[in-house]
């Protein structure tokens, strides 16, 4: 792992917050999280990669459905 990404970005930021939240579940006397939050967050982010990818989809298709494609010669 790159030790040296920035939290200003993106991804420093998420390695960071992961760092944090692991640290902090290790000290806790339950040591991490149940079953049932890593399925809540599991489904969130499912979820939102969900509605990323129909987001992109109608994106695609809309954009695909603009393009005029002329007639072939010769056709009726």
Same mark, same amino acid.
């Given at each position: 792992?790159? *030790? $040296?990404? !920035? =939290?200003?970005? #993106? &991804? %420093?930021? &998420?390695?960071? !917050? &992961?760092?944090? $939240? +692991? /640290? *902090?579940?290790?000290?806790? =006397? @339950?040591?991490?999280? !149940?079953?049932?939050?890593?399925?809540?967050? +599991?489904?969130?982010?499912?979820?939102?990669?969900?509605?990323? %990818?129909?987001?992109?989809?109608? &994106?695609?298709? /809309? @954009?695909? @459905? !603009?393009? /005029?494609? =002329? /007639?072939? =010669?010769? %056709? #009726?």
């Amino acid at each position: 792992m790159n *030790r $040296h990404l !920035s =939290p200003a970005t #993106p &991804l %420093g930021w &998420l390695l960071l !917050s &992961l760092q944090i $939240h +692991t /640290d *902090r579940a290790r000290r806790a =006397p @339950e040591r991490g999280a !149940s079953a049932i939050e890593f399925v809540i967050i +599991t489904a969130i982010l499912v979820a939102l990669a969900a509605a990323v %990818g129909v987001v992109i989809y109608n &994106l695609v298709t /809309d @954009e695909a @459905e !603009s393009i /005029d494609i =002329p /007639d072939a =010669p010769g %056709g #009726p």
